[in-house]
């Protein structure tokens, strides 16, 4: 029997919205973050190589994963829109296609990673140890591309349903699963099976993720709007598929710009030594770990602002921007000090080299300054996304994560003589900057849009 997950988001406060979307959200957020951290603390139990070998693999493995958020971020749009309008039959007809659009994306992705990923990981590294150790841990986890890809779509499809707790549900397990799987598979049982080595924790990822989207795939199907679904709503529809490609490229090329963007930064440490790339590596899973609530709360905005929006409640779209504005600053306000003062004390689990821990201080350091910017420019894709304007999230990240990035370091190293600080420096200024263009935008789309963001006049 299907359950009744189906929530309506364009009446109610924003508050209550926003707490039963963003806490299941951030906590599987959480525990998918936490889910990595285990990877990087197991990577560290064989050496600084093997962690810098995982950064490496994993860059690799997240741009071809881009179309599994952009996938997420096209349906949460989507499906949201034609939920607020009440169309049901709309609604589960862009679910159906959804995923069949994602079964063969995937197989298509799949195909081209095991040629392209090679190349793009040995743009970003040196010959020798850790290389290796990341082209043999990306080939064996592009079998968890299915796991990833259509779980997030299926994800994308019960978000816009008001349901964030059954991703949270299932990250939860993987997580607790991969604390046991990661040991089991890299080192094996003694005296039967010597286990995988390094590439245990790919295998690990594998089977996890493949849970995973078996049961978010189970929830989908157990949406009201799922009971009456035919088989023939799967078959491939030409004017569905380009709905659901023009939503979402837009959201996938920005993560591939913002994917391309790691690899521009590991390719200015790359400089500095493998240490540098290890410490950048543990630095991003810490801060991801004090993103989360932006993240939960952020994410929420989408299917809030998506169902209004599809409901031309334009007041209410107003109302949960700045609500989740108003959030953000005094998430920031916690944040900013753990990550200034925090930040050598939050590595030191992760690794006992030195000068891993103050290079990946120096990089926290600088985030702080940047956790509210972060916050508003979250925000505004999602607003971006709800309005099904996200070609200017495309804009953004272009200019922030591809030329920002690339010039920006370029200035600080090659020009003014900066050491590792110089690519720590390099990415705040590009954020900054491409805040002040996020804002200009958000503001212009939503006149056009829905009269502005300011409340309008009675």
Known sequence: MATPVNDDLTTGPMLTHYRNLAIPAALGMLFSTLYNVVDVYFAGKL????????????????????????????LSALVSNAKGEKNTKASRSLAAQGLSFGVIATALLMVGGWFAGPHLIALVSEPGGYRDAALGYFHLLILALPGFLLAYGGNGILQAHGDTRSMQRAMMVAFFANIGLNP?????????????????????????????????????????????????????????????????????????????????????????????????????????????????????LLPIAGQNFGAKEYDRVRDAVFFCWKLGFA??????????????????????????????ASYLLVDGFLFPIYMML??????????????????????????????????????LGFDVWGVWLGIATSVFTGWIMALFVAVKVAERQMGGLRPQPA
């Open 184 to 300: 089991l598979m890299m080192f094996g049982i003694p005296g039967i099976w010597g286990g995988m080595g390094f590439n245990g924790i790919a295998a690990a990822t594998v089977i996890s993720q493949t849970g995973v989207m078996l049961f978010i795939l189970s929830r989908v199907f157990n949406l009201n709007m799922m009971e009456r679904v035919k088989r023939a709503e799967f078959v491939p529809d030409p004017a569905c598929y380009k709905a659901i490609f023009e939503q979402m490229l837009p959201a996938t090329t920005a993560m591939v710009v913002m994917f391309v963007s790691g690899f521009v930064v590991q390719f200015a440490l790359k400089n500095f030594g493998e240490d540098a790339i290890a410490a950048y590596g543990v630095a991003l899973r810490i801060e991801q770990i004090l993103l989360l609530p932006v993240l939960g709360m952020t994410g929420a």
């Open 331 to 360: 998430l920031s306000v916690i944040a900013m000090p753990l990550l200034w003062f925090g930040g050598a004390w939050a590595m030191r689990p992760f690794t006992s080299d030195p000068d891993v821990i103050a290079i990946g």
């Open 378 to 415: 979250f925000s505004i894709n999602s607003l971006l996304q709800a309005m099904k304007r996200p070609i200017y999230t495309l804009w953004i990240s272009i200019y922030r994560q591809g030329f920002g990035v690339a010039f920006f370091i370029w200035v600080f190293i090659a020009l």
């Open 47 to 74: 050496s600084t190589e093997a962690q810098a070998g995982l950064a490496i693999g994993y860059q690799a493995f997240f741009i071809m994963m881009a179309v599994g958020f952009g996938l997420s971020s096209a």
